[in-house]
């Protein structure tokens, strides 16, 4: 079935450690693929999206992600993480053509002071 | 601009009884959509609407209906809840553009609902 995989569930890492979570979809064609960010008792919000051109894309709170097209991932990245961004992420893909958004299973994070 | 709001934000329930669940946004979003969110398990679709008068069923329907009768609103009820039910309810919109296709979703606050 097609799908979205984030490879880590939990992640839990030492502030200004640096961040890499993993995502992978299995759809063909182009898609539009985001990264939501969930901290705790909230809602999702966006932190950075990527429809075409520059496949490094640049989010808020200095989050970047890359679209890699021949491995069909599109990771998460910061250099140097922080307490605050201790939260639920996840990866999510719009197929092509479709009206649906198709979410990954989300990656929880935790930052230790 | 409110964006995307639902009513209640918390709500229990006994097996068996009913209730709705409102959304609503300000953003002239032609697209919406009724999620749950269980632990472990990430988002899954329940139903959407791709506009004012139409509804879909998506990943996990059984048990729910909804409604969409005002662009600007999608109900979403539960006739007979079950314990299976328990669990936080996102609401969200998006809108799509010719050249780029659907874009990001806006999410509501979520509705803690308990079936007991």
């Known amino acids: 079935a097609q799908s979205v995989s984030q490879h880590n569930h939990h992640v839990i890492l030492s502030e200004a450690a640096s961040l890499e979570l993993g995502c992978n979809y299995s759809?063909?064609?182009?898609?539009?693929l985001f990264w939501y960010v969930q901290y705790p008792g909230q809602h999702l919000q966006l932190l950075l999206k990527?429809?075409?051109?520059?496949?490094l894309v640049k989010g808020i709170k200095g989050f970047e992600a890359e679209f890699i097209k021949s491995k069909f991932s599109f990771n998460l990245r910061k250099p140097s993480v922080q307490w605050s961004d201790t939260a639920e992420y996840f990866c999510?893909?719009?197929?092509?053509?479709?009206?649906?958004?198709?979410f990954g299973a989300g990656t929880r994070l935790f930052v230790k002071a | 601009n409110a964006g995307v709001t639902q009513t209640p934000k918390f709500r229990v329930l006994k097996t068996g009884q009913s209730m709705t669940l409102l959304c609503a946004q300000d953003?002239?979003?032609?697209?919406m959509y009724w999620y749950r969110q269980d632990p472990g398990m990430g988002l899954r679709l329940i139903h959407y609407?791709?506009?004012?008068?139409?509804?879909a069923k998506g990943e996990v329907p059984d048990g729910y209906n909804v409604s969409r009768l005002k662009k600007q609103n999608f109900l979403l009820g539960l006739e007979s809840a079950a314990p299976s039910q328990t669990s936080v309810y996102f609401c969200?919109?998006?809108?799509?553009?010719?050249?780029?296709?659907?874009?990001?979703?806006?999410f509501g606050p979520g509705t803690r609902l308990t079936v007991l």
């Open positions: 969200a919109s998006s809108y799509s553009s010719r050249r780029e296709g659907l874009d990001e979703q806006f």
């Open positions: 759809y063909g064609g182009t898609v539009n």
């Open positions: 990527y429809f075409s051109g520059d496949p």
């Open positions: 999510a893909v719009n197929p092509p053509g479709g009206f649906k958004t198709i």
């Open positions: 953003m002239n979003h032609e697209y």
């Open positions: 609407s791709v506009g004012e008068g139409t509804t």
